[in-house]
């Protein structure tokens, strides 16, 4: 199944019965942003985690008009830095900021990160796939610097739709 627009922004659920059992949903999961996939791999995916994880991120994006308007890698790396901050190895009280980060466990475990952040009107998503970035052990972040960012914009209306789908297949895998 197809949720949204894979020229935009969908997501991609199948289930597959071979790789399922009576205790868990199996199958294929997949988020498209301007064509791109996120994961860039195909992986198994835990449905009924997948889904319920990112329905629920996509059901609570934050409104920060400032952040919305930023040029898109200003943007993304503000909010990549909140959810992943740098540790210095002194300060004790730095602390990770989930606000943003819209990613289900199965998506980030095959490092691809996602954000969003709306102005109130339209929601803004962005994302990248981690893998093909060099990591800085020193810094102990990624390398930034050549990232491929894609970018999308929907309205709450057609997010509100997505959800929609997301809770209908939740209940169809159940």
């Known amino acids: 199944m197809v949720i949204g627009n894979p020229y935009k922004f969908s997501i991609f659920v199948e289930k597959m019965n071979e790789w399922s059992n009576d205790a868990y949903s199996n199958g294929l999961f997949l988020v498209c942003i301007n064509g791109t996939l996120f994961p860039d791999e195909v992986f198994t995916s835990t449905l009924t985690i997948d889904v319920s994880e990112l329905k629920e991120n996509l059901s609570c994006i934050t409104i920060n008009k400032e ?5 898109k890698k200003d943007a993304f790396l ?3 830095y909140k959810r992943f901050p740098i540790w210095d190895g002194i300060d004790e009280t730095i602390q990770e900021d989930y606000q943003y980060e819209i990613n289900s466990t199965g998506i980030l475990d095959y490092r691809s990160v996602m954000f969003a952040v709306s102005n109130g009107e339209q929601i803004r998503i962005m994302a990248t796939n981690l893998n093909k970035l060099s990591y800085d052990k020193e810094k102990s972040t990624y390398d930034f610097s050549s990232v491929d960012i894609s970018e999308t914009f929907i309205t709450q209306e057609e ?5 929609l789908e997301l809770e209908q297949v939740l209940v169809n895998l159940i």
């Open 67 to 71: 952040l919305f308007e930023l040029p």
């Open 78 to 80: 503000e909010m990549y």
């Open 159 to 163: 997010m509100k739709e997505m959800i």
